[in-house]
T-cell receptor, first 113, second 113 residues
Framework: GDSVTQMEGPVTLSEEAFLTINCTYTATGYPSLFWYVQYPGEGLQLLLKATKADDKGSNKGFEATYRKETTSFHLEKGSVQVSDSAVYFC????????????FGKGTRLSVIA | EAGVVQSPRYKIIEKKQPVAFWCNPISGHNTLYWYLQNLGQGPELLIR????????DSQLPKDRFSAERLKGVDSTLKIQPAELGDSAVYLC???????????FGPGTRLTVT
């Protein structure tokens, strides 16, 4: 079945450091890919998405490129801030049928000043 | 625009007791989802509604879990009786259409003692 694998956390970075959170997927059909962020005490929020190969999603300084050849959707940010501390989830949904979102286990990011 | 509303935010019950969670989706959203999120894991779909019809409940443990969305708007998820292993966060999400962007509520954190 469809699945998402994320790098395990926690990830601890200093402010202004470069961030990469790896995400790879297995899916039938042609999935759409997502990154969600969950701040402490809040619900999941869509951070960015890409719906086809080579698309780049971007938002709030975060970017991720849909790489079909490596089945990856790695999240990057050039300079993290303390306010980016949260749990980040990679997810997919396929266009076949009505597949719901399939999530990775999440990666906790802590940014220290 | 109001987001997805869930209540209660927190619930502590003893095992074998019943519990119910309520969700009000974003106005006009036809599709409603209930997810289970265990600690340190990504959300897992329990049930998906298209209007008032449950179109995907394959992951719902039907011996103790039930859900309803009688008028195709708000929804209730019930557990009876609760077990220790049901301690988790129960997330509700909605989307305008199937395959559309899902918006999540803040979740209900259930603790079964």
């Amino acid at each position: 079945g469809d699945s998402v694998t994320q790098m395990e956390g926690p990830v601890t970075l200093s402010e202004e450091a470069f961030l990469t959170i790896n995400c790879t997927y297995t899916a039938t059909g042609y999935p759409s890919l997502f990154w969600y962020v969950q701040y402490p005490g809040e619900g999941l929020q869509l951070l960015l998405k890409a719906t086809k190969a080579d698309d780049k999603g971007s938002n709030k300084g975060f970017e991720a490129t849909y790489r079909k050849e490596t089945t990856s959707f790695h999240l990057e940010k050039g300079s993290v801030q303390v306010s980016d501390s949260a749990v980040y989830f990679c997810a997919l949904t396929t266009s076949s049928g009505n597949t719901p979102l399939v999530f990775g286990k999440g990666t906790r990011l802590s940014v220290i000043a | 625009e109001a987001g997805v509303v869930q209540s209660p935010r927190y619930k502590i019950i003893e095992k074998k007791q019943p519990v119910a969670f309520w969700c009000n989706p974003i106005s006009g959203h036809n599709t409603l989802y209930w997810y289970l999120q265990n600690l340190g894991q990504g959300p897992e779909l329990l049930i998906r509604y298209e209007n008032e019809e449950a179109v995907d409940d394959s992951q719902l443990p039907k011996d103790r879990f039930s859900a309803e969305r009688l008028k195709g708007v708000d929804s209730t998820l019930k557990i009876q009786p609760a077990e220790l292993g049901d301690s988790a966060v129960y997330l509700c999400a909605s989307s305008l259409v199937t395959q559309g962007e899902q918006y999540f509520g803040p979740g209900t954190r259930l603790t079964v003692t």
